[in-house]
């Protein structure tokens, strides 16, 4: 294996794992807002504050494996 | 296929700093929005106001409503800062979409040979620019704390004697003001980079006459707003967290 085919192995093993947790965390995030405004419908603009801040959390984590792939590739 | 390059290229030397290509295109952004703030203040005062200064406004007063449901009374001393926060990413990400941002080149002289640089590159593609507003947003987090709460009530959350879970639990908090500072640069400078690759590489992938680029354009009109909205509204998180006494 040449080191260019390493390169690239590597590229896509650090998003294709890191995207792993993050979507489980995202799908996770969401089909509990989603509970919680059909029980209780008032309360949406707070919910939907708290499920945009727990989504960006859990979506850092993927921009953290988005960065490393960038950088594998890139440099 | 043109060539991606992860950090800003420079444009010029002054006096030698490096102009890069990134800060060319924000202070062109600075331009335009000062432009946009003399009008909207010219207007404010006037008698008969143009349609829009109330469009500016609306957006304004629903971007203060939306602090207020995070920061209640305290929305009137942060809302000069966390406000200028969304304005100023809103309005980075958004430029950066527009045509012949990364897509004008211009050569540089390196050494012997001519390199071939975008001219324009959208501001928060740059780490850098993102690691300022980071430091910028971490920093008055803690000053805020020391406001409110007096320097040795808000340094009582880091060193803590009184026993000794509470110590250790002050040295994870010490660590983390730190971690914010990465993950506010990283999530912001990650999610837009990728955009802009993700349009660049999408657009070389299927034949010329397919517009396959002009979905990925409005989710990134979509991620754009979506950061900004982030990365001011945790600001305002953290400023509530830092300044309402800890139990």
Redesign the interface.
């Known amino acids: 294996m040449t080191g260019e085919a390493a390169k690239l192995i590597a590229t896509a093993l650090a998003i294709g794992i890191g995207a792993i947790g993050p979507g489980i965390g995202i799908g996770m995030i969401g089909s509990k807002a989603a509970e919680a405004l059909g029980r209780n419908p008032e309360a949406e603009?707070?919910i939907r504050?708290a499920m945009?801040?727990a989504i960006?959390f859990a979506?850092?984590v993927a921009?953290?494996a988005?960065?490393v792939s960038?950088?594998i590739k890139?440099? | 296929m043109p060539e991606i390059s992860i950090k800003a290229e420079a444009i010029t030397h002054i006096f030698g700093f490096a102009v890069t290509n990134s800060i060319l295109f924000s202070i062109i952004t600075l331009c335009i929005l000062a432009i946009i703030g003399i009008a909207y203040k010219k207007n404010a005062t006037a008698s008969n106001k143009s349609g829009f200064f109330y469009l500016f406004h609306l957006s304004l007063v629903q971007i203060y409503n939306l602090f207020y449901s995070v920061l209640q009374e305290k929305t009137n001393n942060f809302f000069a800062l966390i406000g200028a926060f969304f304005i100023w990413i809103l309005f980075q990400n958004w430029m950066g979409l527009l045509p012949g941002v990364g897509s004008l080149l211009i050569g540089v002289q390196e050494g012997k040979h001519i390199l071939h640089v975008p001219l324009f590159r959208g501001n928060n593609a740059d780490l850098n620019a993102t690691l300022a507003l980071a430091i910028i947003s971490v920093v008055s987090i803690q000053v805020s704390g020391i406001a409110y709460l007096g320097f040795f009530g808000y340094i009582k959350k880091f060193v803590n004697f009184s026993n000794p879970i509470n110590f250790v639990v002050g040295i994870l908090e010490i660590v983390s003001e730190f971690s914010k500072i990465l993950s506010f640069a990283f999530r912001l400078f990650g999610n837009i980079f990728a955009g802009e690759v993700l349009m660049t590489i999408i657009a070389f992938i299927v034949p010329w006459f397919i517009p396959a680029t002009f979905p990925f354009l409005l989710l990134e009109l979509f991620v754009g707003l979506i950061q900004a909205l982030v990365f001011s509204l945790l600001t305002s998180v953290f400023i509530n967290m830092a300044t309402s006494k800890s139990h």
């Open positions: 603009s707070a504050t945009i801040l960006a979506e850092a921009i953290y988005l960065v960038l950088i890139f440099t």
